[in-house]
C-alpha cells in the first residue's frame, strides 16, 4: 500500500514563505513611519512604502480596481500552481519549490492588499542615486520561484536533447 506521493508535500515552503513576509511586514509597519528610511549598508536601505500596484508599482495610479484584479490574479494563479503541484510527484523537488515559493509570495502580497488596500515594501538596494524599486520577502519568494521554474525548463531540455 505505498502511495504515490504529489508535490502538494512542498507546500509547507508555502508557508514558510508566507509567514516570513507578513512577519517582516508587520515589524516594518510597526517601527516604521511611512517613507522613514534606515542606511544598513552603503547599498541598501529599510524604507517602509506602500504599493497600491503590484511589481514596481505597475498600475498604482489606476481608481483601485486594481486592488480587486490583483487578489483575483493571487488566488487564480495560487490554485493553478496548487492543481499542478497535486499533478507532479513529490519526485520533481525543483518545479515543486518553484510553485511553492510562487504561491507564499503571491498569497501574502494578496493578504496584504485585502488587509491593507496596499502592498508593504521595505527592501531598498541602490547605487549612487539609482535605486531598484523597493521590494519585500513576498517578492523576493516569487522571483526565486520564476528562477527555479526557468532552470528546471532548461534543465529538461537538456535531458530531452540527451535522448
Not at 512542498?10 to 528610511?37: G, H, M, N, P
Not at 498604482?60 to 499542478?84: C, N, P, R, T
Not at 520564476?146 to 525548463?153: E, F, M, P, S
Request: charged fraction near 15%; proline fraction near 1%; aromatic fraction near 18%.
Amino acid at each position: 500500500m505505498t502511495k504515490n506521493k504529489t508535490g502538494l508535500s512542498f507546500l509547507w515552503i508555502s508557508a514558510v514563505a508566507f509567514i516570513l513576509d507578513l512577519l517582516t511586514k508587520y515589524i516594518v509597519v510597526q517601527r516604521f513611519d511611512l517613507y522613514e528610511s534606515v542606511n544598513i549598508l552603503p547599498v541598501f536601505n529599510l524604507t517602509y512604502v506602500r504599493n497600491y500596484g503590484a511589481a514596481f508599482s505597475f498600475l498604482a495610479e489606476h481608481d483601485g480596481w486594481q486592488k480587486y484584479f490583483f487578489i483575483v490574479l493571487a488566488i487564480g494563479i495560487s490554485l493553478m500552481l496548487a492543481y499542478f503541484m497535486k499533478k507532479n510527484s513529490a519526485e520533481q523537488k525543483l518545479q515543486n519549490s518553484a510553485y511553492a515559493l510562487i504561491i507564499g509570495g503571491a498569497l501574502a502580497n494578496m493578504v496584504d492588499r485585502v488587509y491593507n488596500g496596499f502592498v508593504v515594501d521595505f527592501l531598498d538596494f541602490y547605487w549612487d542615486i539609482y535605486h531598484y524599486p523597493v521590494f519585500n520577502v513576498a517578492d523576493i519568494a516569487i522571483c526565486i520561484g520564476a528562477g527555479l521554474l526557468a532552470l528546471d525548463a532548461f534543465k529538461g531540455d537538456k535531458k530531452s536533447g540527451q535522448k
